[in-house]
């Protein structure tokens, strides 16, 4: 089956804090897509990061760092020095290659930056 | 490159009404996904278009939802009657074919928020 969990409901932290927020993914697929997006107050779905199973490079970016692990099939997302912008609803999504490309969304973590 | 374009933003109806919901994809997208989101949970799919057929809709309550794409462009999504449980955002993602730069990538929409009363 395809289902995706984040554990964590709500995080709050205070600014410059590091944050890391956890995704875990069940797949029957071999070839899949594991993806963050970002969900501001305004309510608009942004695309951050794309991975796909063949790829656990882990990679930086700015103050975003990702951490793909297929062994213990986690996706998990830090934000390094956080910033009161990022606070929002995050999503870790799945996308199997071989079933019809079905993006299924995890529930979210509301994160909270307190300046 | 315009965006996914989604209307009406709001609507308010009572129940036992209908509602329709219009997107617009971004020109050359292939794919398009009706996601319903109610309060405090992820998007959940309702249907998935390839250019003007259905690929997947396991999740859309038939009895009362309908959702469209006749000429693989534009979409509509349609609710009748509506029920309390219907009061949610409805968003709009498309992405380009298989092959295409970017191929699995959702975009998506603001979104059509629903209240019914």
């Known amino acids: 089956a395809q289902k995706v969990t984040q554990a964590q409901t709500e995080i709050s932290v205070v600014e410059k804090e590091d944050v890391t927020l956890d995704c875990v993914y069940e797949t029957r697929d071999t070839t899949y897509y594991l993806f963050w997006y970002k969900q501001p107050p305004s309510g608009e779905l942004v695309f951050l990061i794309r991975r796909n199973s063949f790829d656990e490079q882990n990679e930086i970016s700015g103050r975003y760092s990702w951490n793909f692990q297929k062994s213990t099939s986690s996706f998990n997302f830090t934000i390094t020095a956080s910033q009161v912008v990022d606070s929002a609803v995050y999503f870790c999504?799945?996308?199997?290659?071989?079933?019809?490309?079905?993006?299924?969304f995890g529930p979210g973590t509301r994160l909270s930056v307190l300046p | 490159e315009a965006g996914v374009a989604q209307s009406p933003r709001y609507k308010i109806i009572e129940k036992r009404q209908s509602v329709a919901f219009w997107c617009n994809p971004i020109s050359g997208h292939a794919t398009l996904y009706w996601y319903q989101q109610i309060l405090g949970q992820g998007p959940k799919l309702l249907i998935q278009?390839?250019?003007?057929?259905?690929?997947?809709d396991s999740q859309l309550p038939k009895d009362r939802f309908s959702a469209e794409r006749l000429k693989g462009v534009d979409s509509t999504l349609k609710i009748q009657p509506a029920k309390l449980e219907d009061s949610a955002v409805y968003l709009c993602?498309?992405?380009?074919?298989?092959?295409?730069?970017?191929?699995?990538?959702?975009?998506f929409g603001a979104g059509s928020r629903l209240t019914v009363l």
């Open positions: 999504a799945l996308s199997e290659a071989n079933y019809g490309q079905n993006f299924v």
């Open positions: 278009f390839q250019n003007n057929g259905v690929v997947d």
């Open positions: 993602a498309s992405r380009p074919g298989q092959g295409a730069s970017g191929a699995n990538v959702l975009t």
